[in-house]
């Protein structure tokens, strides 16, 4: 009998620490899953997978919600861009979403390296996450308030340098992929 017993609370153990807070980075990462999730299910524009240009996350109240993130297409010529809200809990689980009225497409910034935007997103922010120990980065994974992703001329080569800004620091991070998604470098921007 005090064997099962044991053996039950051995088996539950791992289960009580499944509920972990979401870190805000983790949650910035997880909105730009559900953003493709809704694209490929046609619940929001499906330019979303090409312009998507800006991630921004905030707290959200009341309870459950933690989390706010307001995720933006490329900005148009005139008026705003298509814009998308979502909640989320505190452990990064999506509560709702809405489209923001009013928005209009932006430029298509043309990633043609085989991964879109979105993707590009989710591997920079990956970079982040898997770094978070590391005591430059955890500024940025814990107290991330934006990530604006950009194509830029680094050295002669065309990439992605996704630009995150953290309520914690005054400096940024870039990380710096490939077009195919390979991570190139990240850098801290006093």
């Known amino acids: 009998m005090k064997s099962l017993f044991l053996a039950t609370i051995m088996a539950l153990l791992p289960?009580?620490?499944l509920a972990q807070n979401a870190s805000s980075a983790k949650v910035a990462e997880l909105a730009a899953h559900r953003v493709d999730r809704l694209v490929t299910t046609g619940k929001i524009d499906a330019g979303f997978?090409?312009?998507l240009e800006r991630i921004d996350v905030s707290a959200a109240s009341p309870a459950p919600a933690a989390f706010k993130v307001l995720v933006?297409?490329?900005k148009p010529l005139q008026?705003?861009?298509i814009q998308?809200?979502?909640?989320?809990d505190v452990?990064?689980?999506?509560l709702s979403f809405k489209a923001i009225?009013?928005?209009?497409?932006?430029?298509?910034?043309?990633?043609?390296?085989?991964k879109n935007a979105v993707t590009l997103f989710e591997n920079s922010l990956h970079q982040i996450i898997d770094s978070a120990?590391?005591?430059?980065?955890?500024?940025?994974a814990n107290g991330l308030t934006s990530v604006i992703l950009t194509k830029v001329n680094q050295d002669g080569m065309i990439m992605s340098k996704a630009q995150v800004k953290s309520s914690a620091t005054p400096s940024k991070l870039n990380v710096y992929l490939m077009l195919n998604g390979a991570f190139m470098s990240k850098d801290i921007e006093k």
């Open 133 to 140: 120990n590391d005591a430059n980065i955890a500024p940025f």
């Open 91 to 94: 452990a990064g689980k999506p």
């Open 79 to 81: 008026g705003l861009p």
């Open 101 to 114: 009225p009013g928005g209009v497409a932006g430029a298509d910034p043309g990633y043609d390296g085989g």
């Open 72 to 74: 933006s297409q490329t």
């Open 84 to 88: 998308v809200e979502m909640v989320f």
């Open 49 to 51: 997978a090409k312009r």
């Open 15 to 17: 289960m009580t620490t």
